[in-house]
């Protein structure tokens, strides 16, 4: 909102042919405003309340030609089911159509909740799907909606609470809480709650620069929502002989195994997001007959809905994740991966425009289909144990296990993140976790160590210096600890 200074008023007109014959003219920023009324006296002190305010140093708004305070408080008005649809409808061409659905979501729990207290609609699903549907998708806004949702509308427009009262810790609390629950009642996942909550922050961020609130009223409040587990469960993550054996079973099932062989393979090979192999190109592979090969990633394919994209296709083409549209990855791939693709490609083709994978009717993998095969090979191939830990759960734990394995190869952090395509921090927090069965192994390697302790006294000489058994100083890590010199032994003191 630009607000201006350049402020200039005229003479009050009489228009005696008009029912308000007296008209206040002025000028904010070179654009005439006006308003009429019944008597000389009524447009005279109409006139004097807004030359005060220019005095005071007020700007005004050149769209409606009021200052700020009377702006203001006419916003105040507004209710949040306004502010939230005013919201969509401005970031609505500049979002892309999966990423729309988000705020969609988010917006249409808040709100149902924003209203004046103890109102209650009598259907709860039909609301939700009349707001999420219909009052949050710009597109479905050239059609009226259905009945039963012109009902449930029209019931929380009248009751959407106004801007003002969002003000309100309790009113702010209440809205915050029900991110936290699904429609039924039952608690959302953490992970969504924190979604939502960012979504809905956004709409008051901009409500801000829309003039509805001169600070966000969620910063500053005391209200804290559930833990996020953003770490893989380490028992999730398969080791390279469960992976074999997994993707072995895929190959083996029927029907569609054969086709999503190469597919899993690169989650796990080339550390790739579903959405990547997806949109996978034959132009995009360097895939020499021996040796490592190259793919060169440009984007993905994800679902959007046909409902919120623009042309009303199933499915988009984005760029790769929190790139620029133009960005490409080029991810090294064993020679395992390069075999498995030119075997794809031998026995079943690409589809018309280059993409490595396809379903049966040359479209796009569905995420539904290539799901349902892995629950499959893992009943085929896991052990009951396995089972219990939800080994390999989803087919994205594919992506976790790969990375994972690179950096217990020795690969560096840093090549690792730009292989996978995320920032070193994400990689550590999300995909950094133990394979299965190494955690054993770590552990022995800790108790070996201890155990070669224990064969040496606590205290040499002085009580500060020790032998370390088998190594050289040159190859102690000193974390607290000074190397130095006991007679001829070689030994490293013990910070005191």
Not at 275 to 294: D, F, H, M, Y
């Amino acid at each position: 909102m630009v607000l201006s200074y350049k402020v200039r008023f005229w003479e009050i007109r009489e228009r005696a042919d008009r029912a308000k014959a007296f008209e206040v003219r002025w000028t904010v920023n070179g654009r005439e405003k006006s308003e009429s009324f019944l008597t000389k006296g009524l447009a005279e002190s109409r006139k004097a309340k807004l030359i005060t305010a220019a005095r005071d140093g007020e700007p005004f708004d050149p769209k409606t030609g009021l200052p700020t305070s009377e702006l203001r408080a006419l916003r105040q008005r507004t209710t949040w089911y306004e502010v939230a649809r005013e919201h969509m409808d401005a970031r609505w061409e500049r979002t892309p159509g999966n990423t729309r659905r988000t705020p969609a979501e988010a917006l249409a729990t808040i709100t149902v909740a924003f209203v004046d207290k103890g109102a209650v609609y009598h259907d709860s699903r039909v609301l939700r799907r009349a707001v999420y549907s219909w009052a949050f998708s710009k597109k479905a806004w050239v059609n009226e909606p259905r009945e039963e949702w012109r009902a449930a509308l029209e019931w929380l427009e009248h009751r959407s609470l106004p801007v003002a009262e969002l003000d309100d810790p309790v009113v702010l609390r209440r809205g915050l809480d029900a991110l936290c629950r699904k429609l039924d009642g039952t608690v959302s996942a953490a992970k969504t709650t924190k979604r939502k909550r960012a979504a809905v922050n956004e709409v008051f961020a901009d409500a801000v620069e829309r003039g509805y609130f001169t600070h966000n009223p969620l910063i500053g409040l005391r209200w804290t929502a559930p833990a996020v587990d953003d770490e893989v469960d380490p028992d999730c993550v398969p080791n390279p002989v469960q992976v074999r054996r997994l993707l072995d079973a895929v190959r083996q099932l029927p029907g569609c195994g054969p086709h999503l062989y190469a597919f899993f393979g690169c989650m796990y090979y080339a550390g790739m997001r579903p959405a990547e192999v997806i949109n996978l190109r034959k132009s995009q592979c360097r895939l020499p007959r021996t040796g490592w090969g190259l793919l060169n990633l440009k984007g993905g394919i994800v679902t959007a809905g046909k409902e919120w994209s623009d042309d009303g296709a199933v499915h988009e083409t984005h760029s790769l994740k929190r790139r620029s549209a133009k960005t490409t990855r080029p991810v090294p791939i064993p020679p395992v991966l390069v075999r498995m693709l030119i075997e794809h490609i031998a026995r079943f083709g690409v589809a018309p425009d280059g993409r490595i994978f396809q379903n049966a009717a040359g479209n796009y993998i569905d995420a539904a289909a290539y799901g349902i095969t892995w629950g499959r090979a893992r009943e085929a191939t896991l052990t009951m144990d396995e089972h219990v830990l939800n080994l390999a759960k989803r087919p994205y734990d594919l992506r976790h296990a790969g990375i994972s394995f690179w950096l217990a190869s020795g690969v560096g952090p840093a090549e690792c993140a730009r292989r996978a395509g995320q920032s070193i921090q994400v990689l550590f927090r999300y995909c950094a976790k133990f394979l299965a069965g190494t955690r054993d192994r770590a552990n022995q390697l800790i108790e070996d160590s201890m155990n070669r302790w224990e064969e040496f006294p606590a205290s040499d000489e002085a009580g500060l210096f020790v032998s370390w058994p088998g190594n050289t100083p040159d190859q102690l890590v000193s974390g607290g600890m000074a190397v130095g010199q006991s007679g001829s032994k070689e030994a490293f003191r013990l910070a005191v």
